[in-house]
């Protein structure tokens, strides 16, 4: 038979074997790594991943971040060499690279983002306070971070970090005076636009004057030619005329009878107060135009 004191034992042991075991053990994850304090001080930080040991109730264990870390600095003035307000945005990548210097120095994220953010401003305020506006807006801002993160690097160091990037998302100037160069450029733009419409306006009135002189001239041509061409038609109908008048006077006076009739007895439109003795009628009394005891009409030019 079992003695039931030897089994309690037993259980016992084995219990605090498992508590001794499970305190022992702890995992350090691919994304960490680990620093073993034993009754306060540090040991070698542990880097690789995977099943570690340490002494149960005496040592105890800090996990750090083995990923590449934020900082977002919040937006601050800086005065350019050439005395001119900027409103900067920066931000910076970081990693730590000596776990132990870190446990040391900051001790947390937190606190490494604020000793870092301190040291980021004041490389801001060196680099940026020693170059012109438009070297940090436009020109030069790719050297600029090179500058500020290798300062950085340098005072980062002491913290057991290595800043890996560090980038200005925004470089302007502060809202007054942004609100003033744009009414500025806004203003030189209206202006600008006032006098291209009135150069414009002005060459226009040009080309109309210059159309319109034009156009008189050309009228006033046609007009002279067109008198011209009627002149010279009307003289040579009258030299057409008076041939056919010395050829057959008498035809050429029936001839012009006839149109005269023909112009003054219109359809519905012909009223005349004439005596049927008048010499206009005479064709309608003879066919020969000549009446009995009257002379032969005149001709007509």
Sequence with gaps: MRNPVLGGVLAVLGVVALVLVYSSAFIVHQTQQALVLRLGDPLAPITKPGLHWKMPFIDSVVYLDNRILDLENPSQEVIAS???????DAFARYRI???????????TVQGANSRL???????????????SFISVVR?????????????VNREAANFGITVVDVRIRRADLPEANSQAVFQRMQTERQREAAEIRAQGNEAAQRLRARADREATIVVAEANSKGEQ???EGDAERNRIFA??????????????SMQAYEATMKPADTRLLLSPESNFFRYFRDPTGVAAGAPAPAPAN
């Design 82 to 88: 050439d005395q001119k307000r900027l409103v900067v």
């Design 117 to 131: 953010s301190t040291v980021l401003n004041s490389a801001l305020r060196r680099v940026l306070g020693e170059n």
């Design 139 to 151: 020109d030069g801002r790719e050297g600029l971070m090179h500058q500020i993160s290798e300062q």
């Design 243 to 256: 041939d056919a008048f010395g050829r057959d006077p008498d035809f050429f006076t029936f001839y012009r």
């Design 97 to 107: 690279t000596n776990p132990l210097r870190f446990y040391q120095s900051v001790g």
């Design 229 to 231: 061409l009627r002149g």
